[in-house]
């Protein structure tokens, strides 16, 4: 193929830097400033799944919240569509937080203990749109099957569902805007080990339905290699290493990455992945 036939990112981060108040050591002390992210650079294609490997306090969400215009960088680009939602007018950045959505490690950030599981999903629509309470009710039983639920389940609480469960509604809640980027900021981690492989794959079924793009974020190598094509390392705010989860574990440069990978025995790249294209027979 060639190189114009590509299409253009989803999603570009340039020069991303930022930087908060660092603590006052002394009373005397000038004010002095934090910088937590640094020069962060890459692009996401549709359909495609980005890793994020780092260290607790690395950056990892700060990052996200900069993708998804919660918060402004200090200096630095995102752009969306080639469009660089930090210098967009409100209106017309609006339409655009559409796009993305974000599944968060705790899925009780998303939902509402005293609502019907249907209600938070369609939160994101009706705070948003204008659709007819039929086609909300539709979009959310498309949902709930999307992630392996079933339709009824929008009556319930979300006390009546395990750990598993709610993160799969967590997930329904994410895509119910149809978004093209999902930002999942340790979606596994609060989950028991037997339950995270089931999320995982459903978070790989949805990514081959559905087309969309993930940033995956964890401090965890076997859940990148699980999904990821291609990943990143950020150290102190910097991108310290770049390639395929299989490209780093065969020859990782920087002795941090070499650090992580040999503190994840057990992972076998990409091999969810091959089992779960062999089991559709793509
Ligand atoms: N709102 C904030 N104000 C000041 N410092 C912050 C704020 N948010 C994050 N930090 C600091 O930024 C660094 C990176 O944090 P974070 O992005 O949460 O890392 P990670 O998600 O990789 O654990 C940490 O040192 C944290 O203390
Ligand atoms: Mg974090």
Redesign the pocket.
Known sequence: MDLHDLPPPLLQVRQLCKS?PAPRRHWLALPAQ?R?LNNVDFELHAGRCLGLV?A????????ARLILVLESPTSGQVLLDGQDLHRLPAAALRPLRQHMAMVFQDPATALNPRRSVGWSIAEPLTAHGNLAPADIAQRVAQALEHVGLHPHDAQRYPHSFSGGQRQRIAIARAIITRPRLLVLDEPVSALDVSVQAQVLNVLLQLQQELGLAYLLISHDLAVISHLCHHMLV?HAGEVVESGSPQQLQRAAHDPITQALLRSVPTITPGAARQRYAAHHNQ
């Open positions: 908060y934090q937590v780092g607790s306090g690395s950056g990892k969400s700060t990052l950020l």
